[in-house]
């Protein structure tokens, strides 16, 4: 059976160019870069060069700002905590409701140590309220950690806007995106076009390279204290032997999505959009998550009345369909998506969302596959509901009140 792959915000196959320029560095060029010796030294400025590329794709900026991490969770943990023990005189964090778990549970772990946190809320189409966030900047503020766009939904916020408003209130507050989502997907200048960010995490394996490599921009002069301490490696930034073959990896699969971001970005959106209009005339009673909102151009989030997400998902498995409910890192868990109830979705629906993210990859044998199969899917589960009319295909009269 072949695998159709729509779950590209959860991770991404890594690309051939990737592996290739990997794989000279797991058995020939295997050297610890901090040694001394001549073919050490040469695996220590193969590194080098890879954090040039990684510097010039997001904005031509200083390769020394670019610290190599593990993940984006571990970017994002570095930034927050990092920067809060490095300026302990201010003890107020901002952020959203609607943040990828690697960022709020450590919000909520600062507030246990007795900071406190501002969860900016969500319309009902995912958009921040800017007056609100005007109103939450105060004295006392020492960070502002706004994702660039959702994992779950796509929708993009304004972070130029948000970091300008931010150091014109306060050029000492810092300001942080989790950009896991975005890099690799949307053109990011952080000399040109986000002058005012200081912070910005992302991983590899979201833009196809491996997992288990990520980076954190930290803008010069910009107070973060190292997170992980043992060595002198990072300019003693964060400890530990360098993943040399990954890093060259996320250097390569960087270039290679900058090169051909244009054409894949089109590409991708017009499978999204066809997907999301067809999926919308052949299914009734659903909605499209975000829909009026600025959005990635490759992710569709679709909540389905009166069903559940789990039996959809187990379904489009049988045919060979990845797909998910929203965040992998919260997949296992029974609970709704924290995002659509920061969104008021309906309780009717906000447990039968599906998510599907595609990459360059795709193609529209894989929509067509979708628009084949998931419509009867849907229909076979909304069968076993009591609020669904099977006579009719519509919602029973009483379901309807349930919707607000």
């Known amino acids: 059976m072949k695998i159709i792959y729509l779950d590209n915000n959860a991770t991404t196959q890594i690309a051939p160019e990737v592996f290739e320029a990997m794989k000279p560095y797991f058995t020939e060029d295997y050297f610890n870069p901090s040694s001394m010796y001549e073919p050490a030294r040469q695996t220590g400025h193969a590194v080098a060069e890879a954090r040039k590329v990684i510097a010039n794709c997001l904005g031509h900026v200083d390769p020394k700002e670019i610290l190599l991490t593990g993940c984006a969770t ?10 809060a023990h490095a300026n302990p005189s201010r003890r107020h964090i901002i952020t959203t409701s609607v943040e990828h778990p690697a960022v709020l549970e450590v ?32 004295p006392n503020t020492l960070l502002v950690s706004i994702m660039h766009a959702n994992n779950e939904t796509g929708v993009i916020f304004p972070i130029e806007q948000l970091s300008r408003i931010t150091k014109q209130t306060d050029s000492s507050i810092v300001f942080h995106t989790d950009a896991t989502q975005t890099v690799g997907k949307l053109q990011i ?22 997992k288990g ?18 060595g ?34 089109a590409r991708i959106e017009r499978l999204r959009d066809r997907l999301e209009k067809e999926l919308a005339e052949k299914i009734p009673s659903i909605q499209i998550n975000g829909k009026g909102a600025n959005r990635l151009p490759n992710t569709l ?7 559940e997400g ?95």
């Open 107 to 138: 919000c909520r772990e600062l507030e246990r140590n007795g900071y406190r946190v501002t969860y900016l809320s969500v319309d009902r189409q995912g958009n921040l309220d800017i007056g609100e966030f005007i109103q939450a900047l105060s």
């Open 213 to 230: 490599i990520g980076a954190l921009f930290i803008r010069r002069g910009t107070r973060c204290r190292p997170f992980m301490l043992g």
């Open 301 to 307: 989030n679709i909540s389905f009345h009166y069903i």
């Open 189 to 210: 200048d952080l000399v040109q076009g986000f002058p005012y960010v200081d912070l910005l995490s992302f991983s590899g394996h979201k833009l196809h390279a491996p």
């Open 310 to 404: 789990e039996g959809m998902l187990f379904q489009l498995s049988a045919y060979g369909i990845c797909a998910s409910s929203g965040s992998a890192c919260t997949s296992g868990s029974l609970e709704p998506s924290h995002v659509l109830r920061a969104m008021k979705v309906p309780f009717t629906a906000v447990h039968g969302s599906v998510r599907f993210s595609l990459s360059r990859y795709n193609t529209d044998e894989d929509v067509d596959k979708v628009l084949e199969v998931f419509p009867q899917i849907v229909a076979n589960l909304r069968k076993l509901s009591p609020y669904w009319d099977n006579e009719r295909n519509t919602p029973r009269a009483e379901a309807l009140n349930l919707v607000q």
């Open 232 to 265: 002198h490696q990072e300019d003693g930034r964060r400890a530990g032997t360098e993943n040399v073959p990954y890093i060259i990896g996320m250097a390569r699969a960087l270039s290679l999505a900058m090169e051909n971001r244009e054409r894949d970005e």
């Open 74 to 83: 571990e970017s994002n943990n570095t930034a927050i905590i990092g920067t």
